[in-house]
């Protein structure tokens, strides 16, 4: 009998080596036992177990990337498939590895000296600590280069001024990445810097009231004369060049874990409507019903179709800038559009928690918004292609 690879169609499982596979095998196994049964109760509390990030450690899923200090050196391809495993359970989860693996071990092994990567990067893979990204200020989302964080230089180090906001971990990190800058009369140049919970000056509260994303702690970081010694800048970085490096990293999980809150959603509505009997038949025997259910199928598997390509392309070292443009911006919409579909399947059930739906709805519009918006990935795509900046 022919099989039937409606789930698959494009055989992207074919493409992956028996690593790979047995990564996302793992992982999948991981969130089942897990994530899916705390997430419902952990989402009415805003509750983030910060013991899941050892357990993510033991997994080997964070800075999976790396091929030192802990790190399981996998493929670019086998950070996608995870990012997309962990985030059919839940955005939240899938931001906290993206922050600490693509904002945190990231920037330290790119442009840390060797003695930052000693002391950090082992317990940041391990999962013993945990790591947060501060670029984002109040009066700065869209346009970073407003940022109005200060470092100033001293005899023996820095000192930092500033508050950033919209933070994810901030409330519960160990070890913070800070980007500031010194304005000078004729420029303005930007420094990361790794920052420690218990430095003078350095505070963090929580944002209460986030209807999104609630079991990622988000909050502000108020730096007041924050000293930080010499040997905790990072002396590699080459201005926002290395900032841009860690948002594409991150960008790059986040254009497949949106597709997996979207794909879960997708067999959630496939089930319902196989099941939901109104007018005396199945709503899955509907015509407008199928019609929804192909859309959704066309979708997601176009999006890991290019997904899949851009991974392979980053394995072998490619430039893959417009492709990330490109698959954060319409994946996530593509996925935003799925997930309302689905929660309309579902009838008013759709809107209940043990559907799951509506979470991975109000989630997705925090992850539209992070890590540069639909319409600034629209902006750079343009600007790429005109060589005209509209910013
Ligand atoms: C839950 C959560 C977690 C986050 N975690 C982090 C983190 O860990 N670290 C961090 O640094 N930041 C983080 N952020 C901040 C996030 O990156 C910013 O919210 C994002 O960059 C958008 O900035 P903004 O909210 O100030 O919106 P704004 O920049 O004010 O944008 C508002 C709207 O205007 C549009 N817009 C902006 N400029 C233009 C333009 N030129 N033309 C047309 N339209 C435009 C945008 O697309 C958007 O629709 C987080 C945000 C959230 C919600």
Same mark, same amino acid.
């Given at each position: ?37 705390? /997430? ?40 996608? #498939? ?17 922050v600490?693996?693509s904002l945190v071990i990231h920037p330290i092994?790119e442009f840390g000296?060797?003695?930052q ?14 790591g947060c990204f501060g670029l984002t200020e109040s009066q700065a989302g869209s346009d970073p280069s407003s940022i109005k964080t200060v470092y100033k230089k001293?005899?023996?180090?820095y000192i930092l001024n500033g508050t950033k906001n919209w933070i994810t971990n901030a409330?519960?990190a160990?070890v913070f990445i800070i980007w500031a800058i010194e304005e000078?009369?004729?420029?303005k140049s930007i420094k990361g810097f790794i920052l420690?919970?218990?430095f003078?000056?350095l ?9 999104? @994303? ?6 502000q970081i108020i730096l007041?004369?924050v000293?930080v010694?010499?040997?905790l800048c990072l002396k590699n970085t080459d201005g926002w060049k290395s900032v841009f490096s860690c948002l594409n990293k991150a ?7 949106? #597709? ?12 319902? /409507? ?29 999006? @890991? ?7 392979? $392309? ?8 417009? $492709? ?17 579909? $689905? ?8 809107? @209940? ?13 925090? /992850?539209?918004?992070y890590e540069g ?19």
């Amino acid at each position: 009998m022919r099989q039937n690879n409606w789930f698959d169609p494009f055989y992207i499982q074919s493409h992956l080596t028996e690593e790979e596979s047995n990564i996302q095998k793992n992982v999948r196994e991981f969130c089942n036992k897990e994530l899916k049964s705390i /997430v419902i109760d952990s989402n009415k509390k805003n509750l983030f177990d910060i013991n899941l990030y050892q357990k993510f450690g033991s997994l080997g899923i964070l800075g999976q990337t790396l091929n030192s200090h802990g790190g399981s050196g996998t493929s670019n391809l086998a950070y996608g #498939l995870v990012a997309y495993e962990i985030e059919k359970v839940d955005s939240s989860y899938r931001s906290s590895i993206s922050v600490q693996s693509s904002l945190v071990i990231h920037p330290i092994n790119e442009f840390g000296t060797e003695e930052q990567k000693n002391n950090f990067l082992p317990d940041l893979i391990k999962g013993k600590k945990i790591g947060c990204f501060g670029l984002t200020e109040s009066q700065a989302g869209s346009d970073p280069s407003s940022i109005k964080t200060v470092y100033k230089k001293t005899k023996d180090g820095y000192i930092l001024n500033g508050t950033k906001n919209w933070i994810t971990n901030a409330p519960i990190a160990d070890v913070f990445i800070i980007w500031a800058i010194e304005e000078k009369k004729d420029h303005k140049s930007i420094k990361g810097f790794i920052l420690e919970k218990n430095f003078e000056g350095l505070k963090t509260s929580v944002i209460e009231n986030k209807t999104s @994303l609630k079991i990622s702690p988000t909050g502000q970081i108020i730096l007041n004369n924050v000293f930080v010694p010499e040997n905790l800048c990072l002396k590699n970085t080459d201005g926002w060049k290395s900032v841009f490096s860690c948002l594409n990293k991150a960008r790059f999980g986040i254009s497949w874990g949106v #597709l997996g809150a979207a794909s879960e959603c997708w067999i959630i509505a496939k089930n319902y /409507v196989e099941n939901r009997i109104m007018f005396k038949k199945p709503l899955a025997s509907n015509q407008l019903i199928q019609k929804k259910l192909s859309e959704m199928q066309i979708e997601i598997n176009l999006g @890991l179709a290019s997904c899949l390509l851009s991974a392979k $392309a980053l394995d072998q070292g490619k430039d893959i800038i417009n $492709a990330i443009s490109i698959l954060k911006k319409n994946n996530c919409k593509k996925s935003l559009d799925i997930i309302r579909d $689905a929660r309309d399947m579902l009838g008013a059930n759709g809107l @209940l928690d043990e559907y799951h739906i509506m979470r991975h709805l109000v989630n997705l519009e925090t /992850v539209k918004t992070y890590e540069g918006s639909e319409d600034i990935h629209s902006l750079i795509l343009g600007k790429n292609q005109t060589g005209i900046s509209s910013f």
